[in-house]
């Protein structure tokens, strides 16, 4: 069984930059995307960003230039390097990971795994 486990999370100034971390255990060669998905109460979870088993990374357009996403396979972990963060960053920030390799990267639906979730502030 996959778990996935966010930390990092924090209140940070606009313009400044965050690192979440995920740290996953029970790993498997099927795991074919892993990723960040953000929800504000209220709204539906949206992709933010997630990397596939080929190394592969999908971004959102909002974040695209200002987020990175990037696993240390030797650590079992997965980071979201955020940099240049807007006040419309504030979030809470899921871990995700699937078994599907089928249907878009961003449908929250096709994922199987979540963590419990980060929350980031971004104050202007």
């Known amino acids: 069984q996959v778990r996935l486990v966010e930390s990092g999370g924090d209140s940070v100034q606009s313009g400044g930059s965050l690192t979440l971390s995920c740290a996953v255990s029970g790993f498997s060669h099927s795991t074919y995307y892993m990723g960040w998905f953000s929800q504000v109460p209220g709204k539906m979870r949206e992709g933010v960003a997630t990397?596939?088993?080929?190394?592969?990374?999908n971004y959102a357009d909002s974040v695209t230039g200002r987020f990175t996403i990037s696993p240390d396979n030797a650590k079992n972990t997965l980071y979201l390097q955020m940099n240049s963060m807007r006040p419309e960053d504030t979030d809470m920030y899921y871990c995700?990971?699937?078994?599907?390799?089928?249907?878009?990267?961003?449908?929250?639906?096709?994922?199987?795994?979540w963590g419990q979730g980060a929350q980031v502030t971004v104050s202007s």
């Open positions: 990397i596939n088993s080929d190394g592969y990374p």
């Open positions: 995700v990971a699937r078994k599907l390799r089928i249907g878009s990267w961003s449908d929250f639906n096709l994922y199987n795994y």
